[in-house]
Nanobody, 119 residues
Framework: QVQLVESGGGFVPPGGSLNLSCTAS????????MGWYRQTLGEQRKLVAV???????HYAESAKGRFTISRDDVKNTLYLQMSSLKPEDTAVYYC?????????????WGQGTQVTVSS
């Protein structure tokens, strides 16, 4: 019953910045982590950044130093601040929330938001 909605995507020139957000429609009781993935045409969906329930963050090498993931636990909202954007950052960005642990874990995905970095 949980729905995730991403927003903030758009067209931005190289070197520009963009902020994405992802809001869940309902409360998720036991969130293990939240993350952002991206996918380009013909390629697999890949991790961009993740923030665990304890607050630790992890980034793909391509995102380190340029992207910042954060969350608002009260609002069940995930954010991704992106700067120094490159054309290779162009992709559909997806929000992920994982609830529970181990074999009982459940993944919730958003519908994706397009980010296009181009002159």
């Amino acid at each position: 019953q949980v729905q995730l909605v991403e927003s903030g995507g758009g067209f931005v020139p190289p070197g520009g910045s963009l902020n994405l957000s992802c809001t869940a429609s309902g409360t998720i009781a036991s969130i293990s982590g939240m993350g952002w993935y991206r996918q380009t045409l013909g390629e697999q969906r890949k991790l961009v950044a993740v923030i665990m329930n304890g607050g630790s963050t992890h980034y793909a090498e391509s995102a380190k130093g340029r992207f910042t993931i954060s969350r608002d636990d009260v609002k069940n909202t995930l954010y991704l601040q992106m700067s120094s954007l490159k054309p290779e950052d162009t992709a559909v960005y997806y929000c992920l929330i994982t609830a529970g642990l181990g074999q009982r874990a459940r993944d919730y995905w958003g519908q994706g938001t397009q980010v296009t970095v181009s002159s």
